[in-house]
């Protein structure tokens, strides 16, 4: 594992540059904001398109459309979840207990609450 970060501020932006290039990578979307905010021992992570992709907004007009994507999100997340898991933990020095993510298909935004084994602000103090 990589050494402790320094700060609340190096911890967010190492999750942030992680968070995006899985997200990048394993799961075909580009975001083009994103925002990590580090308390104790949880991470919220929110990811935001800059423009809708028109045929999930098509699709998620209605109910089972809706549905139909957020369950493909979570299946294709799943699948590939340790990946991220592990390249956060390298990042940030510390294990991670959880990963949630939740998706918005008309919003084009992402999110996902990460739960630490232990308070970040215990890890980085040292």
Do not use: W
Not at 22 to 36: G, H, L, P, R, V
Not at 102 to 113: H, I, K, M, N, Q
């Amino acid at each position: 594992m990589a050494g402790v970060l320094a700060n609340k501020a190096e911890t967010e932006y190492a999750v942030m540059l992680a968070v995006l290039d899985f997200q990048t990578e394993f799961m075909k979307s580009t975001y083009s904001d994103i925002q990590a905010y580090v308390h104790d021992e949880l991470i919220h992570v929110t990811l935001a398109r800059a423009t809708s992709i028109p045929a999930e907004k098509e699709l998620a007009r209605s109910a089972e459309g809706h549905e139909l994507l957020c369950r493909f999100h979570r299946a294709l997340f799943d699948s590939c979840q340790h990946v991220l898991q592990e390249r956060i933990e390298q990042a940030i020095g510390v294990k991670i207990r959880t990963i949630v993510t939740d998706f918005e298909p008309e919003a084009g935004r992402s999110t996902l609450v990460i739960k630490l084994l232990e308070p970040i602000t215990r890890s980085t103090t040292h």
